[in-house]
Protein backbone atom coordinates (compact mmCIF):
# COMPACT_ATOMS: atom_id res chain seq x y z
CA UNK A 1 0.00 0.00 0.00
CA UNK A 2 1.16 3.07 -1.01
CA UNK A 3 1.74 5.71 2.07
CA UNK A 4 1.67 9.63 1.38
CA UNK A 5 2.44 12.55 3.04
CA UNK A 6 1.74 15.94 2.70
CA UNK A 7 3.33 19.43 3.93
CA UNK A 8 3.62 22.96 2.44
CA UNK A 9 0.68 23.79 4.34
CA UNK A 10 0.24 26.90 6.92
CA UNK A 11 -0.79 30.51 7.39
CA UNK A 12 -1.59 33.11 4.61
CA UNK A 13 -3.02 36.27 4.45
CA UNK A 14 -5.50 36.59 1.69
CA UNK A 15 -4.65 37.09 -2.13
CA UNK A 16 -1.13 35.15 -0.89
CA UNK A 17 -0.09 31.81 -2.38
CA UNK A 18 1.05 28.26 -1.27
CA UNK A 19 2.50 25.17 -2.77
CA UNK A 20 1.41 21.78 -0.85
CA UNK A 21 3.93 18.90 -1.73
CA UNK A 22 2.48 15.14 -1.23
CA UNK A 23 5.62 12.38 -1.67
CA UNK A 24 4.89 9.23 -1.48
CA UNK A 25 7.12 7.61 2.25
CA UNK A 26 6.70 4.17 1.09
CA UNK A 27 5.90 2.85 -2.17
CA UNK A 28 5.29 4.30 -5.27
CA UNK A 29 2.21 6.18 -7.00
CA UNK A 30 3.40 6.89 -10.69
CA UNK A 31 0.86 4.76 -12.36
CA UNK A 32 -1.71 6.13 -10.41
CA UNK A 33 -4.00 9.19 -10.78
CA UNK A 34 -4.04 11.73 -7.51
CA UNK A 35 -6.13 14.22 -6.54
CA UNK A 36 -6.11 17.08 -4.16
CA UNK A 37 -9.13 17.19 -2.02
CA UNK A 38 -9.92 19.36 1.82
CA UNK A 39 -11.84 19.22 4.18
CA UNK A 40 -13.17 23.15 6.29
CA UNK A 41 -14.58 22.68 9.67
CA UNK A 42 -18.27 21.81 9.74
CA UNK A 43 -18.21 20.29 6.07
CA UNK A 44 -17.96 17.33 3.90
CA UNK A 45 -14.64 16.74 2.25
CA UNK A 46 -14.29 18.09 -1.40
CA UNK A 47 -12.47 17.74 -4.67
CA UNK A 48 -10.06 20.10 -5.81
CA UNK A 49 -8.39 19.01 -8.32
CA UNK A 50 -6.69 15.80 -10.15
CA UNK A 51 -3.60 14.42 -12.65
CA UNK A 52 -3.90 11.53 -14.40
CA UNK A 53 -1.06 9.21 -13.98
CA UNK A 54 0.74 9.90 -17.79
CA UNK A 55 0.33 13.93 -16.72
CA UNK A 56 -1.45 14.35 -19.68
CA UNK A 57 -4.69 15.54 -18.05
CA UNK A 58 -6.05 17.92 -15.03
CA UNK A 59 -9.33 18.74 -14.23
CA UNK A 60 -10.39 20.97 -11.30
CA UNK A 61 -13.38 22.36 -9.23
CA UNK A 62 -14.86 25.47 -10.51
CA UNK A 63 -14.23 27.46 -6.85
CA UNK A 64 -10.68 26.63 -7.73
CA UNK A 65 -10.31 26.88 -11.20
CA UNK A 66 -7.81 29.58 -12.60
CA UNK A 67 -6.08 30.10 -9.16
CA UNK A 68 -4.76 26.38 -8.24
CA UNK A 69 -2.37 24.36 -10.10
CA UNK A 70 -1.72 20.32 -10.01
CA UNK A 71 1.50 18.96 -11.35
CA UNK A 72 3.38 15.61 -10.61
CA UNK A 73 6.67 14.31 -10.76
CA UNK A 74 6.58 11.00 -11.18
CA UNK A 75 10.42 10.04 -10.96
CA UNK A 76 10.39 12.40 -7.28
CA UNK A 77 6.95 10.03 -7.14
CA UNK A 78 5.28 13.73 -5.59
CA UNK A 79 2.44 15.41 -6.69
CA UNK A 80 1.72 19.28 -5.78
CA UNK A 81 -0.67 21.62 -5.70
CA UNK A 82 0.24 24.88 -6.24
CA UNK A 83 -2.43 27.56 -4.27
CA UNK A 84 -2.31 31.61 -5.97
CA UNK A 85 -4.65 34.12 -5.34
CA UNK A 86 -5.99 32.67 -1.67
CA UNK A 87 -9.03 33.40 -0.30
CA UNK A 88 -10.27 32.79 3.31
CA UNK A 89 -12.89 30.35 1.87
CA UNK A 90 -9.72 28.32 0.91
CA UNK A 91 -9.10 27.31 4.47
CA UNK A 92 -8.99 23.86 4.65
CA UNK A 93 -7.20 20.60 5.45
CA UNK A 94 -6.00 19.27 2.49
CA UNK A 95 -5.16 15.83 1.43
CA UNK A 96 -3.75 13.81 -1.71
CA UNK A 97 -5.20 10.48 -2.28
CA UNK A 98 -4.54 7.77 -5.19
CA UNK A 99 -6.53 6.24 -7.30
CA UNK A 100 -6.40 3.59 -10.72
CA UNK A 101 -9.84 5.55 -11.90
CA UNK A 102 -10.62 9.21 -13.00
CA UNK A 103 -12.73 10.75 -10.59
CA UNK A 104 -13.89 13.17 -7.93
CA UNK A 105 -15.09 11.40 -5.53
CA UNK A 106 -13.62 10.85 -2.46
CA UNK A 107 -14.65 6.90 -2.23
CA UNK A 108 -13.03 6.20 -5.33
CA UNK A 109 -9.39 7.18 -4.02
CA UNK A 110 -7.52 4.07 -2.49
CA UNK A 111 -4.94 5.92 -0.37
CA UNK A 112 -4.31 8.72 1.26
CA UNK A 113 -2.27 11.09 3.20
CA UNK A 114 -3.07 12.30 6.87
CA UNK A 115 -3.30 15.80 5.52
CA UNK A 116 -1.89 19.97 6.15
CA UNK A 117 -3.46 22.57 7.09
CA UNK A 118 -4.05 25.34 5.38
CA UNK A 119 -5.28 28.84 6.69
CA UNK A 120 -5.85 32.22 4.84
CA UNK A 121 -6.71 34.91 6.92
CA UNK A 122 -8.87 38.23 5.79
Known amino acids: QVQLVESGGGLVQAGGSLRLSCAAS????????MGWFRQAPGKDREFVAR????????YYADSVKGRFTISRVSAANTVYLQMNRLKPEDTAVYYCAGTTGWSTQDYDYDFWGQGTQVTVSS
Open 26 to 33: RGTFSTYS
Open 51 to 58: INWSNSGT
